[in-house]
């Protein structure tokens, strides 16, 4: 065996792996959607999951994490979707097991209105000191200065070139 | 006076970030506290024809630990539970939480049974129900079925006698 063939094999076994390698992720793709059967309800289910916490791993959400509860928490939604509920009674059905807690974008109630209006507030509360403190300074009367102080300064300048 | 108004706001930034830091994040509030606990029936381990129910307990004090033969740190306060059964009264019900490999019936032989009763949740829908995250979570449930307390993790002798007891004892045992 010459060595040309030799690294010509080399060459199309590394490039069969590579292959395989950037083929495998679409094979698992194709191997988990077919556990969604109905694509519109998979659609549905994982806009829906963006937007909801997995509780195992808190900053993941609940479509992108490889937990066993989050897989449960999608199984259930996706089969409380296929019995008709809509995505208010499937986050609804969340929240009263789960909280508030459950969901990224929290719910507007009393006692969310600091979460909500705080950023306002302290854009208000930034806002009004810097008017003031602008206020202040207009009003700052020019001091006079006398004609020996300017002079000085004249002269501590000469000194200097 | 004016001066000092910068650092005032940055120590208490600080001590806001400084709780925040000391702060369990797994402590998520339960909506179930006050509120009935949802009602299930499911099969006993080691006995499928004997069911257990929440409704059975109307009247009693007690507590439903959700636990899993895989879970390491169940294993941690197996030997406190153990101590729990024999030394006070509240009735500890041990809820197998998604048991797919059913080791819970041999692993309780094996190392004994703190248990009152061991309701059998292979699904994981009942832990669901009542909002577990994670394996152990425990659960002190009222007379009339309300739900009074939840924990997070397992439980160690100072945590029940800080947190378990006085709920106990203001729920009348």
């Known amino acids: 065996m010459s060595r040309g063939r030799m690294s010509w094999q080399l060459f199309s076994r590394s490039l069969l792996f590579s292959l395989a390698l950037v083929s495998a992720p679409a094979a698992w793709a194709a191997e988990a959607e077919s556990i969604g059967a109905d694509p519109a309800i998979e659609q549905r289910m994982i806009k829906l999951s963006e937007e909801l916490r997995c509780l195992v791993c808190q900053n993941e959400s609940l479509a992108g994490s490889h937990a066993e509860l989050a897989e449960d928490l999608r199984e259930e939604i996706r089969v409380q979707m296929k019995a008709g509920k809509d995505d208010k009674e499937v986050i609804n059905y969340l929240t009263t097991r789960y909280g508030d807690f459950v969901l990224y974008r929290p719910p507007f109630k009393p006692l969310t209105l600091l979460l909500w209006f705080g950023p306002a507030l302290f854009l208000a509360l930034g806002a009004g000191v810097w008017y003031f403190t602008l206020k202040k300074r207009r009003n700052l009367k020019e001091t006079p200065v006398d004609e020996k102080q300017l002079a000085a300064a004249a002269h501590l300048l000469e000194d200097n070139k | ?173």
């Open chain 2, 1 to 173: 006076m004016k001066r000092w108004i910068p650092l005032i706001v940055f120590l208490i930034l600080v001590g806001f970030f400084a709780k925040g830091l000391f702060l369990n994040p797994r402590e998520v509030p339960s909506p179930f506290i006050g509120k009935a606990a949802p009602a299930f029936t499911l099969p006993v381990v080691g006995d499928a024809n004997t069911s257990f129910s929440p409704a059975d307990m109307k009247g009693k004090v007690w507590v439903m630990n959700v636990w899993a033969p895989w879970c390491v740190s169940c294993r941690q306060e197996h030997g406190l539970l153990m101590a729990l059964a024999q030394s006070q009264p509240t009735p500890i019900v041990g809820l197998n939480w998604k048991d797919k490999q059913r080791e819970a019936e041999q692993l309780l032989a094996q190392q004994g049974s703190p248990y009152f009763a061991v309701p059998n949740d292979l699904s994981g829908k009942v832990g669901i129900d009542y909002g577990v995250t994670g394996t152990p979570e425990t659960y002190v449930i009222d007379k009339e079925g309300i739900v009074r307390m939840k924990h997070v993790g397992p439980i160690s002798p100072d945590i029940w006698k800080e947190k378990f007891e006085p709920k106990l004892k203001e729920l009348g045992v």
